[in-house]
Nanobody
Framework: QVPLVESGGGLVQAGGSLRLSCAAS????????MGWFRQAPGKEREFVAH????????TYADSVSGRFTISRDNAENTVYLQMNSLKPEDTAVYYC???????????WGQGTQVTVSS
C-alpha cells in the first residue's frame, strides 16, 4: 500500500497551464513506476502518462503528447504532471498511480479536478 495525494488541480482557460503534483509516502518510492490517468464525467478512466522508476523513460497518450510532461523527484517522493496548451477536452479528474512497473500500476490517489474553460 502506497498512499498517494494529488494536488494542483483547478480552473484554467483554454491555452493555459497547470502543474499537478502527487506526493507519496514510504521509503520505497524510488522502487515504483508512476503514472497519471484521468476520468471525465460519463467516461471511462483513460491513460495519460507514465514514468519509469528512475525517470529515464516516459510515455504519453497521443491526446496529450507534446503538451503534457511527466517527471519525478525521488528525493522528494513526488511525481508531477506539467500540462500546457490545455483544451476543454482535458477537463477531468486526474489520478496519480503507482506500481512495480509501468505495465502494472495498481495504487491510486483520490484524484484532483482539472477544469478547462473555452
Amino acid at each position: 500500500q502506497v498512499p498517494l495525494v494529488e494536488s494542483g488541480g483547478g480552473l484554467v482557460q483554454a491555452g493555459g497551464s497547470l502543474r499537478l503534483s502527487c506526493a507519496a509516502s514510504g521509503r520505497t518510492f524510488s522502487l515504483y513506476a508512476m503514472g497519471w490517468f484521468r476520468q471525465a464525467p460519463g467516461k471511462e478512466r483513460e491513460f495519460v502518462a507514465h514514468i519509469t522508476r528512475t525517470g529515464a523513460l516516459t510515455t504519453y497518450a497521443d491526446s496529450v503528447s507534446g503538451r503534457f510532461t511527466i517527471s519525478r523527484d525521488n528525493a522528494e517522493n513526488t511525481v508531477y504532471l506539467q500540462m500546457n496548451s490545455l483544451k476543454p477536452e482535458d477537463t477531468a479528474v486526474y489520478y496519480c498511480t503507482a506500481g512495480p512497473t509501468t505495465a502494472s500500476l495498481r495504487w491510486w490517489g483520490q484524484g484532483t479536478q482539472v477544469t478547462v474553460s473555452s
